[in-house]
């Protein structure tokens, strides 16, 4: 687990994120969800090629995905589910988890407008 400094995703960061993609990718996936988590954290410098500088001396190395952050991405989800404003399946061919469709719009939208 990170130290947790001014660049941790908070709960209500990783919720923002989701509901940013949804609301331009209503027909998606879990997978897709988590690639936008993984994205910002490797912007943000959190994971992948890390580089510290200790006593002088640089040391690169990768850092995953904490599994702090994958609780949060699940909590997000799970609150999203229940909800209502995400639901499984998207189509005929996807019709489960981990393909989400948005059921509720407005819901999203003022999440949006909140977040």
Known sequence: MRNHNEMDLTKDDILKMIVRHLSV???TSLAAIREVIGSSLKQRGLI???TEHISGAAA???RKISDEDIRL???CIYEL???RIITPGN???HMDL???HVSD???LKHMYHEH
């Open 25 to 27: 990718f209503p027909l």
């Open 48 to 50: 992948s090629g890390v």
């Open 60 to 62: 690169t190395y990768n």
């Open 73 to 75: 991405m699940n909590d």
């Open 81 to 83: 589910l229940n909800s």
């Open 91 to 93: 189509n005929l061919d």
């Open 98 to 100: 981990p393909w989400i």
């Open 105 to 107: 719009q407005e819901k």
